[in-house]
């Protein structure tokens, strides 16, 4: 909609009117999206949070809604500079797309670099290289060759290169 304070009411609103438990995780989830929008990080997180612990409580879990807020939070504690809580929501994100993607499936590539950036931040630069080839692995094999995401990947080896 554009208008954060808008959209804001409408979750809060669907919220309330949730029938089942999918309808209240989407609700948190978007009010969390919202909130880091806003630039309010922390109430993200509370929002996340909550995505994350109806999500647990479900019979059928939603483990790829369970990895976005897993990941969601990632970036939330990366924002404001936390990066070890940071890098240890990412890789809760990483482990369920290990165990249930194919191993060149493009949400591992993301979960690569997520990591890749924290280690970099970190001043780990070999991590964040190793990361970072996982991460070029995938997409030179999942997008064509001439694919921004491949350059920009291998731009980010060279920069990290150079720090080591």
Known sequence: ?????????????????????????????????????????????????QAIAITKGMKNSNLPSLTDSYSAIGTMYKKIGEDSKALSFYEKALDIDQRTLPPNHLDLATSYNSISEIYDMMGEY??????????????????PSTHPNIAECKEGIQLVKEKL
């Open 1 to 49: 909609m554009g208008e954060s304070e808008k959209g804001e009411q409408v979750y809060r609103l669907l919220l309330e009117q949730a029938s089942n438990e999918s309808d209240r995780e989407v609700s948190y989830h978007q009010l969390g999206l919202i909130k880091y929008e806003q630039g309010e990080y922390q109430e993200a997180i509370r929002f996340y949070e």
């Open 126 to 143: 070999s991590k964040a290289l190793s990361y970072l080839q996982k991460a070029l692995g995938i997409l030179e094999k999942a997008l």
